[in-house]
């Protein structure tokens, strides 16, 4: 199979404190992850790639000094939101691809992040 | 410009009948094309990936890929209610990111 696994399922908190969200690939070795983040009926936005080992790559308009990304092993990646904000409040997804499988992406469960 | 289309629906279909959905995509050098559902308040589920033109079958799923139209559509046969949700179509056009389209809800109706 290829299982990913993401934690916490659900975190609110409060304006102005930092959420850290990690990403596990559980049955295989992922040398890259992706970070999405979906608004309410709308398609999945990239937000960057993670690649084990070194800086993660930001989609334009994404702020780096706000989302941190580190990826420390081939199997766990971490974004965590700075200082959140109520506009920061979404459905994060991170998914991995498996080397050599052509690309393929396997999502995990997504974390739902409210900032009150 | 988007570079993957699809209709946003919702895509209305009687249990039993066979929902045809479709995508059109930008970029001529995509090599990856995967089929995602997404039930709602949940994350997507690789359904189907096709790699080659023609026609892919698995279960009641069938991608077919037609590269020189820059198309590729899923059939879903048999459609059950519990297929009722929004299926993405993604397309591998650089490097390994994957560019997703909008998305097409589907509803299944008893």
């Known amino acids: 199979g290829a299982v990913v696994s993401q934690h916490p399922s659900r975190v609110i908190c409060k304006s102005g404190t930092s959420v850290k969200i990690e990403c596990r690939s559980l049955d295989f070795q992922a040398t890259t992850m992706f970070w999405y983040r979906q608004f309410p009926k709308q398609s999945l936005m990239l937000m960057a790639t993670s690649n084990e080992g070194s800086k993660a790559t930001y989609e334009q308009g994404v702020e780096k000094d706000k989302f941190l990304i580190n990826h420390a092993s081939l199997t766990l990646s971490t974004l965590t939101v700075t200082s959140a904000h109520p506009e920061d409040s979404s459905f994060y997804i991170c998914?991995?691809?498996?080397?050599?499988?052509?690309?393929?992406?396997?999502f995990g469960p997504g974390t739902r992040l409210t900032v009150l | 410009q988007k570079e993957v289309e699809q209709n946003s629906g919702p895509l209305s279909v009687p249990e039993g009948a066979i929902a045809s959905l479709n995508c059109t995509y930008s970029d001529r050098g995509s090599q990856s094309f995967f089929w995602y559902r997404q039930y709602s308040g949940k994350s997507p589920e690789l359904i189907m990936s096709i790699y080659s033109n023609g026609d892919k079958e698995d279960g009641r799923f069938t991608a077919q890929l037609n590269k020189a139209s820059q198309y590729v559509s899923l059939l879903i046969r048999d459609s059950q209610p519990s297929d009722s949700a929004t299926y993405l179509c993604a397309v591998n056009a650089a490097g390994n990111k994957l560019t997703f389209g909008g998305g097409t809800r589907v509803l299944v109706k008893p």
């Open positions: 998914s991995a691809s498996r080397p050599g499988q052509r690309n393929e992406q396997f």
